[in-house]
């Protein structure tokens, strides 16, 4: 009896679709059932259902061809599909005249606008066209219906729309190969993770997938559901066997499980750092607050505290001491997040770092300074006598304010080593300052 069910499942299933012929036959078969006559055998009701096979209409040797771009229709499955191309439409049309079957094949590339059979993949879907909707500017809202897996065996014309010839697939789960009911297994396990921790999949999606008992069934709708580039789906369609398209399904959600499970990590320390940022400004906020009723703000706290003392003690000019505490009052009053806040900083450390008030004794005799110049250089006797000149001045008036030397010159002639050579010879301490980041490899 249990087998009888089914087979009149599969029945219902076979007749349901299309026409009111079947519908007719399916009532009358029903009625077999709940008549008062002796139920038949299994036997009777398997003839039974191979002649309505035999009346179900077969798929045309020559279908019309639907590009798609950007996605797989998988069998199965019900899909709304735009139509916006002129030769679309009219193999819709052409469907909807004859037997409503259509090839479904997605392109190689979505920036094809009129693509040719060499321009679509060779495994695609055979569907039926359940509905149609036209919509404003000339486009048709398809509703598809995938029936079977097929691949196409060759052309069967290109105008007005394109036409192929195909042979449709079949595949079947092994009930005795154990190696496909582990791919089964984990295939299902890796479909239920997908779904628990995507954020734009309903749980709805999870209970249709459990309710389907044919691997084939559920390798199409997990597929089907899953989130990737047409050519990692395609992969699946064009596996040869269950095993292989169940080998792919698995790699394909491997991949996206991982994925998934990296962007939640990353969404969690980010989120980390954002309440560490917060709590960070709060506190600082409450501290502020509680210097300014005792009075210490000024200083700028523990953290810009060692700052301000660093500034008043590099022995800073009248005016740059005063542009110093405009910019220190305006650091205290920044986030410490703002961008702002580290180039303030950093410029302040800077001006306490340069040593306003440290001197060193000038040796200005001309002899020893020529001896540096000649050990350090050969030739250049315009810069070392210009050089020379200056030292001079300098021995004869005692100091000389605003007066810059200035070498110029291409990189690699010497400029930065003659000014080493005369810091050394006077007994100054080097220092480099590269203004506006020029260096001698920017130039």
Request: glycine share 4%; with cysteine; hydrophobic share 40%.
């Amino acid at each position: 009896m249990v087998r009888t069910q089914e087979r009149k499942d599969t029945y219902s299933r076979v007749l349901c679709a299309n026409s009111r012929k079947g519908l007719d036959t399916l009532r009358n078969f029903e009625a077999s059932f709940t008549s008062s006559t002796p139920m038949t055998t299994p036997d009777d009701v398997l003839s039974t259902i191979e002649q309505a096979d035999k009346r179900t209409p077969a798929i045309p040797e020559s279908l019309p061809v639907l590009p798609l771009r950007d996605i797989v229709i998988f069998p199965h499955m019900i899909f709304p599909v735009l139509i916006g191309r002129a030769s679309s439409l009219k193999a819709v049309a052409h469907a909807l005249d004859r037997d409503k079957y259509v090839l479904l094949l997605s392109q190689r590339s979505a920036q094809t606008d009129e693509p040719t059979l060499a321009d679509l993949y060779e495994h695609g879907t055979i569907a039926k066209v359940l509905q149609v909707l036209r919509l404003p500017n000339n486009l048709l809202k398809v509703l598809v219906e995938g029936m079977m897996p097929a691949r196409v065996l060759k052309s069967a014309g290109t105008t007005p729309f394109l036409t192929a010839h195909a042979r449709p697939l079949s595949f079947n789960a092994d009930a005795d190969d154990q190696h496909q009911k582990a791919l089964i297994r984990h295939a299902a396990e890796l479909f239920e993770d997908y779904v628990r921790n995507h954020r734009n999949l309903p749980p709805e999606v999870l209970s249709a997938f459990e309710n389907l008992d044919d691997p084939v069934r559920k390798l199409y709708y997990a597929a089907a559901n899953v989130q990737a580039k047409v050519d990692a789906k395609q992969r699946i369609l064009d596996a040869e066997s269950l095993t292989e398209q169940y080998t792919e399904l698995i790699q394909l959600l491997s991949n996206e499980v991982e994925l998934i499970r990296l962007e939640a990590e990353i969404d969690t320390k980010v989120q980390d750092q954002i309440q560490k940022s917060q709590r960070k400004y709060f506190i600082q906020e409450q501290i502020r607050a509680l210097q300014k009723e005792l009075g210490d703000e000024d200083d700028g706290g523990p953290e810009l505290g060692p700052l301000k003392e660093a500034l008043e003690k590099a022995g800073l000019p009248k005016e740059t001491y005063q542009k110093a505490m405009e910019e220190f009052d305006r650091l205290k009053k920044t986030p410490s997040m703002s961008p702002e806040f580290s180039v303030n900083r950093t410029w302040l450390e800077v001006l306490a770092a340069t040593p306003w008030s440290v001197r060193t004794a000038d040796d200005l005799k001309v002899s020893h300074v020529r001896q540096i110049l000649d050990e350090d250089h050969y030739d250049l006797d315009r810069p070392k006598d210009r050089i020379l000149e200056y030292i001079s001045v300098l021995n004869l008036v005692g100091s000389m304010r605003g007066q810059i030397l200035c070498f110029v010159g291409p990189p690699g002639v010497g400029k930065t080593s003659l000014a080493k050579s005369i810091a050394r010879a006077l007994g100054r301490n080097y220092v480099r300052i590269s203004l506006g980041g020029v260096r001698d490899e920017a130039e």
